[in-house]
C-alpha cells in the first residue's frame, strides 16, 4: 500500500464553522505533513511532525490545529476561516523526517464562505 | 515554445518531441532534489530524485540533471506523450524539509 488517503475531497465550510480534514497513510512511514496550496501555486508547508509529534509549525494562524492520534493518522481541526483560507489542503507522509521523498494524497479542496 | 505570463510559465511540445522543464533553485545548502508532477485534481506524484553527490540521474523516460554551480535543476521527458501533460515542480530540501519551486505547466498536443 504506497497510498496517503485524504478525506473529504472537498469540503464547503461557513466562517463560523468547525471541520476536520483527515489523513492516513500505512506505509509505517513516521513523519506526516500538512501543505496548503492555492491554485496555479506551488504548495506550501504548514505543519511537520515527526515521531507523532509536531516538530514544525510554519507561523500557521491558530485557526488551523493539527492533531496526530497514532502513526498512521493526521488530522487537521478548522475554525473560524478566512474565505482567504480556501485552497486545496495536502498531506503527505515519508518514511522519515530529512532527506526523503514525500508521498502526497490527493487533497482536500475547501472552500470558506 | 516557452512562455511566461503573470501565473504559470507553460511549456507547449508536440507528442514525440523531447520536453525540457528547467528550475532554479534558491539556497545552496540543499543537498537532495525531487520533481513533482501534478495532474489537475491531484496531489503531487514523485518522478525522480536526485542527490547533490550526482548531477545526472535517469529514469523510465525521465532524466535530471543538476547544476549546483549556478542551482539549476532541469527535467528531461523522452517521447512526450499527452499524459505528461500536468504542472511539474521541482522541490528542494534545505534543512531538511521540502521547499517547492514555482512549477511549469506541461502541454502535449496530439
Known amino acids: 500500500d504506497t497510498e496517503v488517503t485524504q478525506t473529504p475531497k472537498h469540503l464547503v465550510m461557513g466562517m463560523t464553522n468547525k471541520k476536520s480534514l483527515k489523513c492516513e497513510q500505512h506505509?509505517?512511514?513516521?513523519?506526516m505533513y500538512w501543505y496548503k496550496q492555492k491554485a496555479k501555486k506551488p504548495p506550501e508547508l504548514m505543519f511537520v511532525?515527526?515521531?507523532?509529534?509536531?516538530?514544525i509549525n510554519e507561523s500557521v494562524p491558530s485557526r488551523f490545529s493539527p492533531e496526530c492520534p497514532n502513526s498512521s493518522l493526521l488530522n487537521l481541526h478548522l475554525h473560524a476561516l478566512q474565505p482567504e483560507d480556501s485552497a486545496l489542503y495536502l498531506c503527505?507522509?515519508?518514511?522519515?523526517?530529512?532527506?526523503?521523498?514525500?508521498?502526497f494524497g490527493s487533497g482536500t479542496q475547501l472552500s470558506v464562505l | 515554445g516557452e512562455s511566461v505570463g503573470l501565473h504559470l510559465p507553460t511549456l507547449s511540445v508536440q507528442e514525440g518531441d523531447n520536453s525540457i522543464i528547467n528550475c532554479a533553485y534558491s539556497?545552496?545548502?540543499?543537498?537532495?532534489f525531487i520533481w513533482y508532477k501534478q495532474e489537475s485534481g491531484k496531489g503531487p506524484q514523485f518522478i525522480i530524485d536526485?542527490?547533490?553527490?550526482?548531477d545526472k540521474r535517469q529514469g523510465q523516460r525521465v532524466t535530471v540533471l543538476l547544476n549546483k554551480t549556478v542551482k539549476h535543476l532541469s527535467l528531461q521527458i523522452a517521447a512526450t506523450q499527452p499524459g505528461d501533460s500536468a504542472v511539474y515542480f521541482c522541490?528542494?530540501?534545505?534543512?531538511?524539509?521540502?521547499?517547492f519551486g514555482k512549477g511549469t505547466m506541461l502541454l502535449v498536443s496530439p
Open positions: 539556497n545552496s545548502a540543499s543537498d537532495y
Open positions: 536526485i542527490r547533490s553527490n550526482m
Open positions: 511532525y515527526s515521531y507523532e509529534k509536531l516538530s
Open positions: 506505509m509505517g512511514h513516521r513523519a
Open positions: 503527505a507522509s515519508s518514511r522519515d523526517r530529512g532527506n526523503e521523498k514525500l508521498f
Open positions: 522541490a528542494e530540501t534545505p534543512y531538511s524539509t521540502l521547499t
